[in-house]
């Protein structure tokens, strides 16, 4: 079985960060998505999609993801059902992200900032992307200059 997903838009809001009751971290944001096409009104139909961000993804989209900028985020589709406060049952479907990547130049992306969450500064300038998986860690390669291409 196949559940990948990838999605390309624009942060609708600063993501908020969060503890679970074991101590792990999980960001929470929505991205408007665009459709690719207008409506009868010629107004550009965009979908908002909530994506969630755990441990160190969730420290990377708190830290350097504002409102207003182009990301592009992998992950998995999931859904999960609740009861609302009415005592009706709801379904919510969510993409958990495994990689987090700016989109657009430096200057797009610096002129999109918001300011900072009460109490916490938001980080300024440039970040790399963020990429969960079993290579987190690299080692360094000597180059002997000898390399074959």
């Known amino acids: 079985m196949l559940n990948i997903c990838a999605l390309q838009g624009r942060l609708a809001r600063d993501p908020e960060l969060r503890q ?26 965009a979908d908002w999609i909530p994506v969630i961000a755990w441990e160190r993804a969730a420290e990377f989209a708190y830290k350097w ?4 900028q ?30 987090i990547n700016f989109c657009g130049s430096k200057a797009d992306n610096a002129a999109q900032g ?6 916490q500064p938001r980080v300024t300038g440039s970040a790399p992307a963020y ?3 079993p290579g987190d860690d690299f080692a360094m390669i000597e180059d002997e200059g000898d390399l074959p291409f």
């Not at 993801?65 to 207003?68: N, R, S, V, W």
């Not at 918001?114 to 109490?119: E, I, L, M, Y």
């Open 70 to 99: 182009m990301v592009a985020v992998d992950g998995r589709l999931q859904s999960r059902t609740y009861t609302a406060k009415d005592g009706t049952n709801r379904t919510a479907l969510e993409v958990v992200a495994n990689n």
């Open 65 to 68: 993801l504002t409102k207003g």
């Open 131 to 133: 990429n969960q998986g």
């Open 114 to 119: 918001s300011p900072a969450p009460a109490g």
């Open 20 to 45: 679970t009751t074991t101590g792990k971290q999980v960001a929470t944001f929505t991205l408007a998505v665009d459709r690719g096409r207008k409506d009868a009104n010629g107004k550009s139909v």
